[in-house]
Nanobody, 126 residues
Framework: QVQLVESGGGLVQAGDSLRLSCAAS????????MTWFRQTPGKEREFVAG????????NYADAVKGRFTISRDNAKSEVYLQMNSLKPEDTAVYYC???????????????????WGQGTQVTVSS
């Protein structure tokens, strides 16, 4: 079983930056795609960014391209999301997720992921 714990959320102003972290424990995660999703009340969970096991490939939602950067440190079993130039519409609960098979792609649907963290709130004021 894998446990994922996010941290780094908070309340910031538009234009500020935040760095989210997700720490994995319970089993090695080096071989698995990891992603960040976000969700606001009444809306479906949406894909934000993903990274393959060796950081060879990344993918971003159009809404965050050029502002967010995903990275990972397999030695620490952690994945990060650097968020710059934050906008009020980035306000959401951010979740990290781990795919359950050693794939080399980055699925963008929540149902493709077996393991989830509890989420961390990001609030961007205008």
């Amino acid at each position: 079983q894998v446990q994922l714990v996010e941290s780094g959320g908070g309340l910031v102003q538009a234009g500020d930056s935040l760095r989210l972290s997700c720490a994995a424990s319970g089993r090695p995660v080096n071989s698995f795609t990891m992603t960040w999703f976000r969700q606001t009340p009444g809306k479906e969970r949406e894909f934000v960014a993903g990274i393959t096991w060796n950081s060879g490939r990344t993918n971003y939602a159009d809404a965050v391209k050029g502002r967010f950067t995903i990275s990972r440190d397999n030695a620490k079993s952690e994945v990060y999301l650097q968020m710059n130039s934050l906008k009020p519409e980035d306000t959401a609960v951010y979740y990290c997720a781990l795919h359950w098979k050693p794939i080399v792609t980055i699925p963008i649907m929540p149902n493709d992921y077996a393991y989830w963290g509890q989420g961390t709130q990001v609030t961007v004021s205008s």
